[in-house]
């Protein structure tokens, strides 16, 4: 099984600064997906990113996926209050169609 | 929209019972997957299917098997519960045919207490 680190666990910020989630692996991984999970539901994707080098942005997100598609990295811009939630990351193994998921980030934005 | 329903929400049972868990999708996936969720620990993957009748280990499949009978039924079963099963269990489905985003799509959860 392949590993993914992500960090930090926690971050409380105030509204409007920018933070940034990383993810890590000594693995290849074939994709990279974000996930938001909200109290209560299921994670929901956020992005999908495939190209090593690949950058996507979703409205004040900005996700990147590592030249050698082995890590990612998630930028929020000016936060708001409605950012906050639990962001996990998931790499999808070369051998099929598995994910392995980080640890998770659970964001706080304080108004 | 992509459906994908668990039969509870919260679910309490006492150690030692036989513990069903229901997953039901409504988009004809192929793949299904039943994950637990632990603070700190992320999501691991208890069990999968890649269609029916098939089952594959995930990591953490000690203490907890599978059926998959009809195409969108997925069922984990736990064949006696212990305290060390208490945790939120989480089931997904994800259609082979979607090369574009692979995405899972989440059921919202079932928060299994043993006592």
């Known amino acids: 099984t392949q590993l993914l680190e992500q960090s930090p666990q926690f971050l409380s910020i105030q509204e409007g600064e920018n933070l940034t989630v990383y993810c890590n692996s000594s693995s290849v991984f074939s994709s990279l997906q974000w996930y938001r999970q909200e109290p209560g539901e299921g994670p929901v994707l956020l992005v999908t990113v495939v190209t090593g080098g690949e950058v996507k942005k979703l409205k004040r997100l900005t996700f990147q996926f590592g030249d050698a598609r082995k890590d990612s990295s998630l930028h929020i811009t000016a936060a708001q209050p409605g950012d906050t939630g639990l962001y996990l990351c998931?790499?999808?193994?070369?051998?099929?169609?598995?994910?392995?998921f980080g640890e998770g980030t659970q964001l706080t934005v304080n108004p | 929209d992509v459906k994908v329903t668990q039969s509870s929400r919260y679910l309490v049972k006492r150690t030692g019972e036989k513990v069903f868990l229901e997953c039901v999708q409504d988009m004809d996936h192929e793949n299904m997957f039943w994950y637990r969720q632990d603070p700190g620990l992320g999501l691991r993957l208890i069990y999968f299917?890649?269609?029916?009748?098939?089952?594959e280990k995930g990591d953490i499949p000690e203490g907890y098997s599978v059926s998959r009978e009809k195409k969108e039924r997925f069922s984990l079963i736990l064949e006696s519960a212990s305290t060390n099963q208490t945790s939120m269990y989480l089931c997904?489905?994800?259609?082979?045919?979607?090369?574009?985003?692979?995405?899972?799509?989440f059921g919202p959860g079932t928060r299994l207490t043993v006592t």
């Open positions: 997904a489905s994800r259609s082979t045919l979607d090369r574009r985003t692979y995405e899972q799509y």
């Open positions: 299917s890649y269609d029916v009748k098939m089952k």
């Open positions: 998931a790499g999808e193994e070369t051998s099929g169609s598995r994910l392995t």
